[in-house]
């Protein structure tokens, strides 16, 4: 919605937080949930980002914000110079809003080798610094989310993987044969104990470019409705396949660049790599989710890739197939 849809009382308020008009709201496009944001210029020069729920917002968004408030008020002193900064979180009639630090447009794409390079290193600080910090029993551990997936019970419920296969058009005798020939790969890894042994940092469980700014060497991160605690290469894993998605350089370069900063352990890489490829497999090939426009193919973007890093980490063939889901 435009600015001027947001209800009266709700901008009157957001002008009361800062003691200065709203000189000029800039609607705010892309990620995958449909939420009210805008990046704000006020009258006396500051900035300031607005991101709400509302009445007509759908649950999964509702329950995104409230959680990222909740991080925001017990969590932001460890997030400091990770996050932006926390202005004010306020409620008014079905209104819930969140008011933080703007950070300027989107860093990435497109994600040049430098830019790559600097973010996996700045990412590396971060878990880095919050390994061993005490954080709150709310968030989740390895043992609680880990178990989430499962290759057998994602065989299933894809038709004993038709339903993936067949995300690969003509091509899909070939994807079949080659999930089948996977599978005894993942199950392994996914048995392995690497990623339920410590060190543990926070994680925030969603890196990908919507939700990081570089803005003056500082890395900036935000949306943190997935953060949970568990081992770092679990976190770079997935951000590392997001930049290759987006026109950037191969995940194993990105997690070079990040053991610069913060040691890899191989095994806990190889079951990640299990563990994300199962993630969106079983999500790949599901329908279109209304209240989560453009997610379906973005996941299936993620999948192809994971399933080429998947085939060179492990020495299988090749995943032709995959090109129709790059498309």
């Known amino acids: 919605m435009p600015w001027r849809r947001v209800p009266g009382a709700v901008r009157g308020q957001v002008e009361a937080a800062f003691g200065a008009p709203v000189r000029r709201a800039a609607r705010i496009w892309g990620g995958y949930s449909p939420t009210p944001t805008f990046r704000l210029a006020l009258a006396d020069g500051r900035r300031a980002f ?26 932001g002193s460890l997030l400091a110079g990770w996050a932006p900064r926390c202005y004010v979180a306020f409620r008014h009639d079905d209104w819930h809003v969140l008011l933080l630090e703007d950070l300027g447009p989107k860093s990435a794409p497109p994600w040049t080798p430098a830019l790559a390079r600097s973010t996996a290193r700045a990412l590396g600080r971060f878990h880095r610094a919050t390994i061993g910090a005490p954080l709150p029993p709310w968030l989740t551990r390895p043992e609680q989310r880990l178990p989430a997936e ?6 299933q419920e894809s038709q004993q993987l038709r339903a993936i296969a067949a995300l690969a058009g003509e091509a899909t005798p070939e994807a079949f044969a080659w999930l089948s020939d996977v599978g005894p790969h993942i199950e392994a890894t996914m048995r392995h104990p690497a990623l339920m042994a410590e060190p543990f940092a926070l994680l925030h469980g969603d890196l990908r470019s919507d939700n990081l700014r570089i803005a003056r060497q500082r890395l900036s991160l935000f949306d943190w409705p997935a953060i ?61 989710l209304p209240e989560l426009p453009r997610l379906r193919k973005f996941q299936q973007q993620q999948l192809a890739v994971l399933a080429q890093w998947a085939a060179r980490r492990w ?7 995959v090109e129709q889901l790059l498309k």
């Open 315 to 321: 020495a299988l063939p090749e995943p032709e197939w």
């Open 228 to 288: 949970t605690v568990g081992r770092p290469e679990w976190d770079m894993v997935a951000f590392a396949q997001t930049v290759t998605v987006e026109g950037g350089p191969q995940p194993e370069t990105i997690l070079a660049w990040y053991g610069e900063t913060f040691p890899v352990d191989a095994g806990a890489v190889d079951g990640a790599l299990a563990w994300w490829f199962t993630f969106f497999a079983d999500c790949a090939w599901r329908p279109e």
């Open 150 to 155: 499962d290759w057998q019970r994602t065989v």
């Open 50 to 75: 607005f991101k709400a729920t509302h009445g007509e917002t759908n649950e999964f968004a509702t329950n995104a914000l409230a959680l990222e408030v909740k991080v925001y008020a017990e969590l």
